[in-house]
């Protein structure tokens, strides 16, 4: 019993579990769909059939891969984030970033005039929704694109759940992700809290 007790004291002096102290290790590809998560921030969904999972990756809940449509050769990918509660920061502030990943092609940046956001109640929860489309520059090098992708779209949402904001970032060629608009928003109304 005292083993027991010392092991929680130390669990709540430093914040984190053993066991959750250690890196995640990356599943071999055949187990790609074990790795992906369906819940974050009290939050849990169901993902598309069809809808490849793929292994755990810096910084996502999960990741999904959409298989290119017909004339694309690029798959569409659906990055999930949660940073915990009250992390994350604001919801414009995030719309803003995205946004700014974006480039029309001339080369001149997306404004919000060129995007299309929405606020909406969905499934009960307070979701903000995101379309751009132009040439994808990526959000850094672990969330985007080596080179810039013209005729690209995002499909965005940030899902404000009972632990913090969860956001879905879905990126890829323009054909591909209108093939997926469907899947991502019965993505969207297939969530409920935990």
Same mark, same amino acid.
């Given at each position: 019993m005292k083993r027991l007790l010392s092991a929680m004291t130390m669990v709540v002096a430093?914040?984190?579990?053993?066991?959750?102290?250690?890196?995640?290790?990356q599943a071999p590809q055949g187990q790609a769909a074990a790795q992906a998560s369906s819940e974050a921030g009290g939050l849990v969904w169901t993902a598309p059939s069809g809808w490849e999972a793929q292994a755990a990756r810096p910084?996502? #809940?999960?990741?999904y891969r959409i298989a290119p449509a017909k004339g694309d050769t690029d798959p569409a990918e659906l990055a999930i984030f949660y940073f915990g509660e009250g992390q994350g920061g604001a919801v414009d502030a995030n719309v803003k970033r995205w946004l700014?990943?974006?480039?029309?092609?001339?080369?001149?940046?997306?404004?919000?005039?060129?995007?299309?956001?929405?606020?909406?109640?969905?499934?009960?929860?307070? #979701?903000?929704?995101?379309? #751009?489309?132009?040439?994808?520059?990526?959000?850094?090098?672990m969330m985007g694109p080596a080179s810039p992708k013209p005729?690209?779209?995002?499909?965005?949402?940030?899902?404000?759940?009972?632990?913090?904001?969860?956001?879905?970032?879905l990126t890829g060629p323009e054909r591909t992700v209108a093939g997926a608009e469907k899947g991502f928003r019965k993505l969207l109304e297939s969530m409920k809290k935990q």
């Open positions: 430093v914040g984190v579990a053993p066991a959750l102290a250690q890196p995640p290790q910084m996502r #809940v999960a990741t700014s990943q974006f480039q029309k092609a001339d080369g001149t940046p997306i404004t919000e005039k060129d995007a299309r956001t929405k606020k909406e109640t969905v499934s009960g929860l307070s #979701v903000t929704t995101v379309d #751009v489309k132009g040439t994808y520059n990526g959000g850094g090098p005729n690209s779209r995002l499909l965005g949402a940030i899902v404000e759940g009972p632990q913090g904001p969860v956001f879905f970032k």
